[in-house]
């Protein structure tokens, strides 16, 4: 099982739909999650983070944690053709060796179509 | 203008040549890490370091080493000893022991010809 578990897609969905993007992790006792954006070629870039369960919200974009059932989704409502990319989940966990260490998931590509 | 500054963008190497990519932060962050990035897959942690001085194998570290003689600079070296080091390498930040959020430079491109 991998430490951190997302769909690979590719996900499409029409421009103005809610896009959902879902994110299973191993280790119980995490408490950090985040998400990143990567557009093709470029560098991730962070879109939110999350500590506590339930939901946060930053303009278009609404991540939700259910640390008892261990995931965490994104929500992008809304979408336009330039939220196109791929979205990587990240959990601070432990890894290899004792420390806690932020991991990524494989990402989720996310097409929205015009 | 404040950020994390990888380079060169695109770097292309000869089977059994070392290679050293840059990674410098005006940041005064903390902590800087080394990932790789493969087509299709996430990023797998390389090494890492907290401190000056000081640094951290991560899952992937056989053939590669790092220094952090500055608390602005860290640089990674591809030894020819890493069997496919043809990858997107990024470089990465954070603030302090506080927070976990890590601030991503540009990536550079390696490909070994």
């Known amino acids: 099982q991998k430490e951190v578990e997302q769909n690979s897609g590719p996900l499409s969905v029409p421009e103005g739909a809610i896009a959902s993007l879902n994110c299973t992790y191993s280790?119980?006792?995490?408490?950090?999650f985040f998400w990143y954006r990567q557009y093709s070629g470029k560098s991730p870039e962070l879109i939110m983070f999350?500590?506590?369960?339930g939901d946060k919200e930053d303009g278009r974009f609404t991540a939700q944690l259910n640390k008892a059932s261990q995931y965490v989704s994104l929500l992008i409502r809304d979408s336009q053709p330039s939220d196109s990319a791929t979205y990587l989940c990240?959990?601070?966990?432990?890894?290899?060796?004792?420390?806690?260490?932020?991991?990524f998931g494989s990402g989720t590509q996310l097409t929205v179509l015009p | 203008d404040g950020g994390i500054t990888q380079s060169p963008k695109y770097l292309f190497r000869k089977e059994g040549q070392n290679v050293t990519l840059s990674c410098e932060q005006n940041?005064?962050?903390?902590?800087m890490y080394w990932y790789r990035q493969d087509p299709g897959q996430g990023l797998r942690l390389i090494y890492y370091?907290?401190?000056?001085?000081?640094?951290q194998k991560g899952d992937i570290a056989e053939g590669y080493s790092v220094s952090r003689e500055k608390k602005e600079s860290f640089p990674l070296t591809v030894t020819s000893a890493q069997k496919n080091p043809t990858a997107f390498y990024l470089c990465?930040?954070?603030?302090?022991?506080?927070?976990?959020?890590?601030?991503f430079g540009p990536g550079t491109r390696l490909t070994v010809l």
């Open positions: 370091s907290q401190i000056v001085n000081d640094f």
């Open positions: 990240a959990v601070n966990l432990i890894s290899s060796g004792s420390a806690r260490q932020l991991t």
């Open positions: 990465a930040s954070k603030p302090g022991q506080n927070t976990d959020t890590q601030y």
């Open positions: 280790d119980r006792g995490s408490q950090s």
């Open positions: 999350i500590y506590s369960n």
């Open positions: 940041l005064n962050h903390d902590a």
